[in-house]
Every structure is written in C-alpha cells, then in structure tokens.
C-alpha cells in the first residue's frame, strides 16, 4: 500500500484525533506525542484535507486574516531593506473594502 492509499482511505475519526493529538501534544490516551511523531501526524493530517477537500478555513494552521489581509498587519507584508526606516512597501497592499 503507498502512501496514498493509506491516506486515501483513512478513517474520518483517525483524522480528527491525529489533529488533536498535534493541537494538544499528546496521544488521546494521555502520552506525550515526541516532536518527530508530531512531524508525520501533521504531514498526514495536510495530506488528508488536501486529499479529502476540506475546506480551507477548516484545515490545520488555517489564519483568518479578515480585513486586515494585505494592510501592514498582515505578516506576509514584505519591508523594504534598501530603506533607513524599513517603509512597507505601497506596491503589495491591496484595498480592503467593508
């Protein structure tokens, strides 16, 4: 079996405590989940809702960035460095209407 079969037809219930157990850091029967079980927990986890489409404001690390996507207090905002007081550059905002 690859790597997809597996994936492709895991259990919705084995999907929802390998979640858990990487938003909480431990097992559901109470161990600790090492930092290396949590590496493969995770990349299954990203694999199954790519996979299974699940929604994006569903999956695992989803950030709802609301109204403030593409103003300067989006982390992804990129800073000039050829600048002495590191200006936001006005080129990537995008206008947020409400």
Known sequence: MTYDELIERLD?????????AIELGKWPDGRAISQE????????????ENKHNIPE??????LDRGEKAGTACDPS???RKDR???EADPDQ????KV
Request: proline fraction near 3%; include cysteine.
């Open 12 to 20: 919705p219930a084995v999907y929802r405590n390998l979640r858990q």
């Open 84 to 86: 002495e007081n590191k």
């Open 37 to 48: 079980q949590r590496a493969i927990c995770l990349e299954a986890v990203i694999f199954y």
């Open 93 to 96: 905002f995008v206008e947020v």
């Open 77 to 79: 905002v990129q800073f």
């Open 57 to 62: 404001q569903e999956r695992v690390g989803y």
